[in-house]
């Protein structure tokens, strides 16, 4: 067998317990709560449990850890089913922090037996206030006392209806002085007359976060039960619960959650950006949602890649979003089909070449990958090339097209211009240029030696696409740490519309999610929005880091 290694501190700790027998084999899960959309941070937490599952030939559950009426939707569960599998993934079973209320509800019942919880009629502000400080011990509830049997006739009362919302609570008996605050007395069930996407009105307590999950894991005994840092605090109570209820002792390990430069990834300030209409929706291609990402046209392998090269951390950080755009780069470089596309057309005459004439000419659809092929590109008298390949008064190394001047046209030939035409607004209308007859790419006898190729389309067969040029959303480094509102900090230049640019007619066959690369341009996908005659493409990514050169001009 191939030798595996640990490339993270929890692939470590996972080598260890299979060494040491701890557990015999490995079995992790993915919880996220059905109140929103994933998010490259969740992908994240996704490429580490079902990674190691992987790698030590475990499995991995999905779990929805839906313990809150109020927020949570089928709607979620069917898209983060989806945005799983599209990542690359599949889970051993699926399984729902509900499925489990009945045996929570008779652990929370062994618990009381045990003289380990009681019912507490406070409320939540007497609570707040009892439970003291991280400098100062909380108080006793005056009903804490109560007995065991008085506490089972009130829980048990609790779930018949009998009390209103926050009437009651049932609480764990443990230390009112620990220095741990999770420690003092924690709620493990709070009264909520509300409707569950799954369970309907069957129930009207819900457990807590802490007294489902760690439960929840037992039962399904999960071996390593990983999450973020802010559960580190957690960790005693989660093991205190498995202990007294002696049950199946998963084990908790934490690591640093996700965050991104430019980015807010928190479900509320996503949920808030769709509210307030500064997106389109949560699969905005701003977004850092995965069904964002994917629209924007990354491909599950680069954000697979993304996670693999952030590796796992136990300390918080932030992470260039370079390195996301840098992995999408590296991805589409190989495999996507190059095109040429003008986005801010400018027309260009070729005075010598024959006005009906058509030559299709081969070029290839992808250097980088020597199976993608050749198509054949048609070429006309009449051209479209971008405004910014011409300067009327060129500077000193500027080698593409000025009076006088040679380029080659891609994959064709090189042309020398012999003139241009402007209208009364001093705008240029129309470049006139003569073709090398005996430049041909791939049939070159020149001998012309030019410094600049550009890329360009046959007028009489472009076809016209829209064109969205995302940036990024937000126009500083860290959003969430300035002062006033996060969405004070959007970048107003986040979307650029071009809503004609011409393309090479190759293009008609373009479906949603077909990605290229346009020649100079950048990555590009077909959006959804588009149709047979209206096609509309997401700039994904600049072929070259244009930040990191602003970054540079700036220090
Ligand atoms: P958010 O704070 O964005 O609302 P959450 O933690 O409430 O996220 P859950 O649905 O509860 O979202 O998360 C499911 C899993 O994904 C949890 O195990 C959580 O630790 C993990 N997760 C969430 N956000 C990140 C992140 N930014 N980086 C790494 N893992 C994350
Ligand atoms: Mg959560």
Redesign the pocket.
């Known amino acids: 067998m191939e030798e595996v290694k640990a490339s993270n501190f929890i692939e470590e700790i996972v080598e260890e317990d299979l060494r040491t027998g701890r557990c015999q084999s490995v079995l992790t899960r993915?919880?996220?709560?059905p109140?929103?959309y994933l998010?490259i941070?969740?992908a994240?937490?996704i490429v580490l449990n079902f990674g190691i599952a992987q790698k030590y030939g475990g499995e991995t559950n999905l779990r929805f850890?839906d313990t809150n009426p109020e927020t949570e939707e089928t709607e979620y569960v069917e898209a983060i089913k989806e945005d799983i599998r599209w990542l690359g993934f599949q889970w051993a079973r699926e399984r729902y922090a509900s499925d489990y209320f009945e045996q929570l509800y008779e652990f929370a019942v062994k618990l009381i037996r045990k003289g380990l919880a009681y019912v507490d009629d406070s409320s939540s502000e007497e609570i707040a206030r009892m439970k003291g400080t991280p400098t100062e011990p909380g108080i006793e509830s005056p009903y804490r006392n109560r007995s065991v049997e008085e506490n089972l006739r009130l829980f048990q009362e609790m779930r018949e209806g009998k009390y209103r919302d926050g009437e009651k609570v049932l609480r764990a008996k443990i230390d009112m002085s620990s220095p741990n605050m999770h420690m003092r007395d924690p709620i493990m069930y709070r009264i909520k007359h509300a409707r569950h996407h799954r369970t309907g009105d069957k129930w009207c307590i819900y457990p807590m976060y802490d007294f489902a999950h760690g439960q929840s894991d037992s039962i399904e005994r999960i071996t390593h039960s990983?999450?973020?840092l802010e559960f580190v605090d957690h960790r005693p109570l989660y093991n205190w619960f498995i202990e007294k209820l002696e049950i199946f002792p998963s084990r908790q390990y934490e690591?640093a959650?996700?965050?991104l430069t430019y980015t807010v990834?928190?479900?509320?300030k996503l949920l808030q950006l769709v509210q307030k209409g500064y997106v389109s929706g949560w699969d905005d291609p701003r977004m850092p949602t995965i069904r964002g990402l994917r629209r924007r046209g990354y491909t599950p392998e680069s954000i697979q890649d993304f996670c693999e090269r952030i590796g796992v951390q136990k300390r918080e950080n932030i992470i260039d979003v370079s390195l996301l755009e840098f992995c999408i780069r590296e991805h589409l470089n190989k495999i996507a089909q190059r095109v040429m596309v003008v986005l801010d057309p400018v027309k260009l005459v070729l005075t010598n070449y024959p006005g009906a004439q058509v030559e299709w000419l081969p070029t290839e659809n992808n250097p980088e990958d020597p199976t993608a092929g050749t198509r054949e590109v048609p070429f006309t008298r009449e051209l479209w090339i971008e405004r910014e390949d011409f300067m009327e008064n060129p500077p000193k190394k500027y080698f593409r097209l000025a009076p006088g001047m040679s380029v080659r046209l891609k994959s064709a030939y090189i042309i020398t211009c012999t003139g241009f035409e402007k209208n009364d607004q001093g705008e240029i209308t129309t470049i006139y240029a003569e073709y090398i007859p005996q430049s041909r790419s791939g049939h070159d006898e020149s001998a012309m030696k030019v410094k600049g190729t550009i890329h360009w389309v046959s007028a009489t067969h472009a076809i016209p696409v829209e064109v969205r040029l995302y940036d990024r959303l937000f126009a500083v480094e860290n959003p969430d740490e300035q002062p006033g509102e996060f969405t004070d900090y959007i970048n107003p230049n986040s979307l650029q519309i071009v809503s004609r640019a011409l393309a090479e007619p190759s293009l008609a066959k373009a479906r949603p999610e077909d990605r290229f690369q346009f020649l100079r341009k950048g990555y590009f996908c077909v959006d959804p929005d588009s149709t047979a005659d209206h096609l509309v493409f997401n700039r994904t990514v600049t072929l070259k880091d244009t930040w990191a050169k602003e970054m540079k001009k700036q220090s």
Not at 30 to 33: I, K, L, M, R, S
Not at 265 to 268: D, G, L
């Open positions: 993915f919880p996220p709560e109140n929103g998010h941070g969740h994240k937490s850890d990983i999450c973020t690591f959650r996700l965050n990834m928190s479900k509320r």
